[in-house]
């Protein structure tokens, strides 16, 4: 049987060189509404063009291989411990292999550990099930898309933005107006509305988890986010901010209970390069997606 680091080692290669089937369709279908004479659309056509080298190639989608967001889901017969170390395994062995970039900074000395692995990085949330098996999704975040992320705290009198969802459409379209071609679009926006300000940020990114052509089950956010997909894609910053239809391929949106207090919009961004991956573990077969 492969050791567990071995599954994982796989399934960081596939993150960081194969870009997500659903991701490639809607640039494909972005390229084709802009028109490849157009700086959109050949912009589009570059990153497909990329993204297969890469793929055919095992190399990184792009230089920047981000930060590690792992979900992991297991059963009884596994250990929390066991699965994080081999995690931390598979990340430096991924790094040695040049699968990942060595992206962990210790921000007080400046210095790179090299591999990846530093305080809270890569990043795991665990939990467990009652079900055998093993679950696991990857997500590898690029520095410059999280720059552009931002949180809002309702009411906002400048956005004229109160405590309802008219409030959060307001700072969805604020966010993207401030990044302004940067954080390498098309994006994809994960919002999190309330929680506090940590666990608002965390559900903005779980949302990113999400397949882009899917239907999110409360029928208001699902409204929402199609109004805001018409709305941003108005907005004419497109590809990389060289203009034009495909400023975002998605909006994901999901709610925590917050304080009486407190209304944050935490809004992720996350850039063309939308790396995710996810593998399965059951009865000692693996399936990766
Ligand atoms: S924002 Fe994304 S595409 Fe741009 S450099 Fe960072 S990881 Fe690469």
Redesign the pocket.
Known sequence: MQKLSEHFLELIRRASTILPEDVRKAMEDAAVREGKSSSAGSTLLKMLENATEAEKTSTPI???T?TLVFYVHYGPEYRQKAIQDAILEATADATARYYLRPNAVDPVTGKNSGNNIGNGLPYIHFDQGEKPGLSIRLMLK????ENVGAQYKLPDSNLGAGRDLEGVRRCAIDAVFQAQGK??GPGTIGLGIGGDRGTAFLESKEQLFRALDDRNPDSLLAELEDRLYRELNELGIGPMGFGGKTTVLGVKIGTRHRLPACYFVSVSYI???YRRASMILKEGKVSYD
């Open positions: 792009c230089q920047d981000g690029g520095g410059g898309s954080g390498c850039c063309w390069a």
